[in-house]
């Protein structure tokens, strides 16, 4: 075994004799010379960390016999043994959305720095109690609800405000997490107007979904603004409905010269859809999107869109509920525009 700091030997001549004492994380860092964090990340296999820093809390490890212990833990702090991901949607397909996985990764970090677990959950949208039930459930330390709707979180249980955080549109004891798709969105279209667009559609997300009004409402007000007539049809963030809908516009407005879709994927399936129908992007209708995901830019032509920083919010909602931090209210991140060659 590899030999440990000094201040192991210190430690170990302070608690020689404690037999009843049992070893935490905390013990385990001040043994290895080395912080929490670290130790955590050793501990769990998640996360960096030098091989010097490994080799030391190992050996704190084993000389001090610790053993994580979520249950114990949690049965001392009511932390809960696991953060639940809560996702609503029409199917539980809901839960293959990339968008979802991204959401999942981030919050797993946040949980294993905790030395909590993660479950992943589809909620029937069309049952809003199903969130109600799943906070019933044993060892849920917090729940973070993606997609989330105001029914649903209207039947948060009083002793759970606190502990549940919304990526969307949250409610007055729900905190929420979101991206700022008013100003992104208004960015994407004043960019199509600024190239001479003046007849731009726009393919929206889920119509159940609150969180998409914003990002309507910023569309008609630059399209009033640039004297445009609002061309608004029905999206669900899918690429297949992005190539159903190319081919409505085109059909409802044959001179529409630039489409908007509130998603990436969607935008994906419009610039199929125009392809099939003959027409050239950027030269005949222009097409942008909204999320910047990593096939935007290897798509031909590259897809204009705006950031969707989907980490840096899932991160946030994860530590929200985990550390009990109140803030209260709706924080939103921003989005930036990306311009590229399909607009």
């Known amino acids: ?45 998640q996360g960096p960390a030098s091989q010097k820093a490994r ?39 809901v839960l293959d959305d990339p968008y979802v996985g991204r959401v999942l990764t981030s919050a797993a970090h946040v949980a ?3 030395e909590v677990g993660v479950s992943l959950h589809w909620l029937p ?31 948060v249980p009083r002793g759970m405000r606190g502990r549940v955080a919304a990526v969307g549109v949250g409610t007055r004891h729900v905190p929420s997490f979101d991206v700022d798709n008013r100003s992104g969105t208004d960015g994407v279209v004043r960019h ?21 009004d914003r990002a309507v409402e910023a569309y008609r007000r630059v399209l009033h603004d640039s004297g445009g007539e609002p061309r608004v049809v029905p999206g669900d963030f ?18 529409t010269d630039a489409v908007f879709a509130l998603s990436d994927l969607t935008a994906l399936g419009v610039l199929d859809g125009l392809r099939a129908l003959g027409l050239q992007v950027p030269g005949d209708v222009a097409v942008a999107g909204f999320d910047d995901i990593a096939f935007a830019g290897l798509v031909r032509p590259a897809l204009t869109t705006s950031t969707h920083p989907v980490e840096q919010i899932a991160t946030a909602a994860a530590i929200s509920v985990l550390d009990r931090r109140d803030v209260g209210g709706a924080t939103f991140y921003p989005s930036t525009l990306v311009v590229r060659d399909s607009a």
């Open 55 to 93: 080799d030391r809390v190992t050996a704190a490890v084993a000389a001090l016999g610790y053993v994580p212990d979520a249950s114990a833990r949690a049965l001392v702090t009511r932390t809960g043994t696991r953060l639940g991901i809560a996702v609503i949607g029409h199917t539980a397909a």
């Open 238 to 255: 899918t690429a297949a409905r992005g190539t159903e809908a190319a081919v409505e516009i085109m059909a409802r407005w044959p001179d």
């Open 1 to 45: 075994m590899k030999c440990l700091p000094h201040t192991w030997k210190r430690f170990h001549r302070n608690t020689a004799g404690m037999t009843e004492h049992t070893a935490t994380l905390d013990d385990v860092a001040r043994a290895a010379g080395v912080s929490r964090a670290t130790a955590s990340r050793v501990v769990t296999g």
């Open 192 to 212: 199509l107007v600024s190239t001479g667009r003046r007849r731009i559609a726009m393919v929206t997300g889920p119509s159940w979904l609150p969180c998409g």
């Open 125 to 155: 949208l069309n049952d809003p109690s199903s969130l109600a039930r799943l906070t019933e459930g044993r060892g849920l330390g917090g729940l973070v609800v993606v997609n989330p709707t105001r029914p649903a979180l209207e039947t």
């Open 112 to 114: 294993a720095e905790r």
